[in-house]
């Protein structure tokens, strides 16, 4: 089975701190995700990438970045976390043919206190 | 664009009753559809997907989908529904090589 794996379950973090998410996976896929999940608004993408050092922004990048310098590593940075930053962060991925769906991990959830 | 409504937010149904989950999407084009399940604290898990052919999906818990072109829609639906059933579930659409979400739905069994 494809495996995605999300570094951390549960993270508090301080405001103003540097956070790096982490994610890992093991299947060999081009594409990979990083999405927000809020209450009462679903999934947002914040940025996703199509090959290594490839990085796009989604719908909601602003306060975050990544980097992808090695194929099954994705790495979601806070350059400098703020309270409206907590939430649950979910990566995906997926090998470029769209059909076989997304492969999700377990999800970080993120408090800024 | 693509876009994906999921018209409730919410479906409250008794235990063992049939439950239908709504999912519409807007452009007619040829898509791939799928349903994920988000289960209390835990990831999204793919439950059933349209690619083509017969436009009835099934899942391997009971959930069924059916693809209706001339509506744009990818119903979710399930005869009885099980305490474990609760859940958010999540309607998507192809778009290239991305998948556009809907809000999600949840899933709420009272007993």
């Known amino acids: 089975d494809v495996k995605v794996t999300q570094s951390s379950r549960y993270l508090v973090k301080r405001t103003g701190e540097k956070v790096f998410l982490e994610c890992v996976q093991d299947m060999d896929h081009e594409n990979m995700f990083w999405y927000r999940q809020d209450p009462g608004l679903g999934l947002r993408l914040i940025y996703f990438?199509?090959?290594?050092?490839?990085?796009e922004k989604g719908d909601i990048p602003e306060g975050y970045s990544v980097s992808r310098e090695k194929k099954e590593r994705f790495s979601l940075i806070l350059e400098s976390a703020s309270t409206n930053q907590t939430s649950m962060y979910l990566c995906?991925?997926?090998?470029?043919?769209?059909?076989?769906?997304?492969?999700f991990g377990s999800g970080t959830r993120l408090t800024v206190v | 664009a693509q876009s994906v409504t999921q018209l409730d937010s919410q479906v409250p149904v008794f235990e063992e009753a049939p439950v239908e989950l709504r999912c519409n999407y807007s452009s007619s084009v040829s898509v791939y559809l799928f349903w994920y399940v988000q289960y209390p604290n835990q990831g999204l898990q793919l439950l059933l997907k349209y690619l083509s052919g017969s436009t009835l999906v099934e899942s391997i818990n009971g959930f069924e989908a059916e693809f209706n072109k001339s509506q744009t829609s990818f119903h979710l639906r399930k005869p009885s529904v099980h305490i474990s059933d609760t859940a958010e579930y999540f309607c998507?659409?192809?778009?290239?090589?991305?998948?556009?979400w809907g809000a999600g739905t949840k899933l709420i069994i009272k007993p």
């Open positions: 995906a991925s997926t090998p470029p043919t769209i059909n076989y769906g997304y492969t």
């Open positions: 990438s199509y090959d290594v050092k490839m990085k």
């Open positions: 998507a659409v192809s778009e290239n090589y991305q998948l556009i």
